[in-house]
């Protein structure tokens, strides 16, 4: 009798492990969606009954893994950060301290650019400036975040004599967003294929401006 019981928990055990599995697969396939639907019409426009249909699942089943549109598009920009982490920073973190790091950071960025249309959805289509909402405040902290770390490796090249003293940490990475604002729009836009080599060559130029003499 207790042979049988440990057996019935074991298979009881063993089918809620693959309910569980088969849920956070169907909640992977689901963001999955969600970042390609992102990436072509923007996280805005994000809609449970559209990620649905592409998935051949109900807008129910879709709305009980995720609860709302709102946490899923959360689940949309965590999963963007993760990979702009995984693919741009911390390959960077081996690198040498100061310019170096910022120009791998750059290359990076740019190489992995036109394949991370999704972070391009998210963060620069929405009008994070006037959202107040908990999404327009979650990207609005990300893209803070990632402005004062860049700001932060600037600064520090400036420090190791790399860069000139008088560089305005602010404004060089002002000026590496406006090229990738406009590098990440030609990619969706242009079928040139020399859209990297063109942004790689616009930051080599800007960056020359504030190199140290001697350097």
Same mark, same amino acid.
């Given at each position: 009798?207790?042979?049988? %019981?440990?057996?019935?928990?074991?298979?009881?055990?063993?089918?809620?492990?693959?309910? #569980?599995?088969?849920?956070?697969?169907?909640?992977?396939?689901?963001?999955?969606?969600?970042?390609?639907?992102?990436?072509?019409?923007?996280? $805005?426009?994000?809609? &449970?009954?559209?990620?649905?249909?592409? &998935?051949?699942?109900?807008?129910? @089943?879709?709305?009980?893994?995720?609860? *709302? =549109?709102?946490? &899923?598009? %959360?689940?949309?920009? +965590?999963?963007?950060? #993760?990979?702009?982490?995984?693919?741009?920073?911390?390959?960077?973190?081996?690198?040498?301290?100061?310019?170096?790091?910022? +120009?791998?950071?750059?290359?990076?960025?740019?190489?992995?650019?036109?394949?991370?249309?999704? /972070? /391009?959805?998210?963060?620069?289509?929405?009008?994070? @400036?006037? +959202?107040?909402?908990?999404?327009?405040?979650? =990207? $609005? *902290?990300g893209m803070s975040n990632w402005r004062k770390? !860049?700001? @932060? !490796?600037?600064?520090?090249?400036?420090?190791?004599?790399? %860069?000139?003293?008088?560089? +305005?940490?602010?404004?060089?990475?002002?000026?590496?967003?406006? !090229?990738? /604002?406009?590098?990440?729009?030609?990619?969706?836009?242009? $079928?040139?294929?020399?859209? $990297?080599?063109?942004?790689?060559?616009?930051?080599?130029?800007? #960056?020359?401006?504030?190199?140290?003499?001697?350097?």
């Amino acid at each position: 009798m207790v042979e049988k %019981l440990a057996v019935e928990k074991q298979g009881a055990a063993t089918g809620t492990g693959r309910k #569980r599995e088969k849920s956070e697969q169907t909640l992977a396939a689901i963001v999955g969606a969600a970042m390609d639907l992102t990436a072509r019409h923007g996280l $805005q426009n994000l809609a &449970l009954g559209d990620i649905a249909k592409q &998935l051949g699942i109900s807008k129910s @089943g879709v709305f009980v893994r995720v609860g *709302s =549109l709102e946490a &899923l598009q %959360l689940l949309v920009v +965590d999963e963007c950060e #993760r990979q702009f982490r995984d693919l741009v920073l911390i390959p960077t973190l081996s690198e040498k301290p100061g310019l170096p790091q910022v +120009d791998a950071v750059v290359r990076l960025w740019i190489a992995h650019g036109g394949t991370m249309k999704a /972070l /391009l959805g998210a963060h620069y289509e929405s009008q994070t @400036g006037e +959202d107040v909402s908990e999404l327009g405040r979650r =990207l $609005q *902290s990300g893209m803070s975040n990632w402005r004062k770390r !860049l700001e @932060g !490796l600037v600064a520090h090249a400036a420090t190791l004599g790399q %860069l000139r003293a008088d560089t +305005d940490p602010g404004q060089f990475v002002f000026e590496i967003f406006g !090229l990738m /604002l406009g590098y990440l729009y030609d990619t969706r836009m242009s $079928q040139d294929p020399r859209h $990297q080599a063109r942004a790689i060559a616009a930051y080599m130029r800007f #960056r020359s401006t504030y190199i140290a003499f001697g350097m």
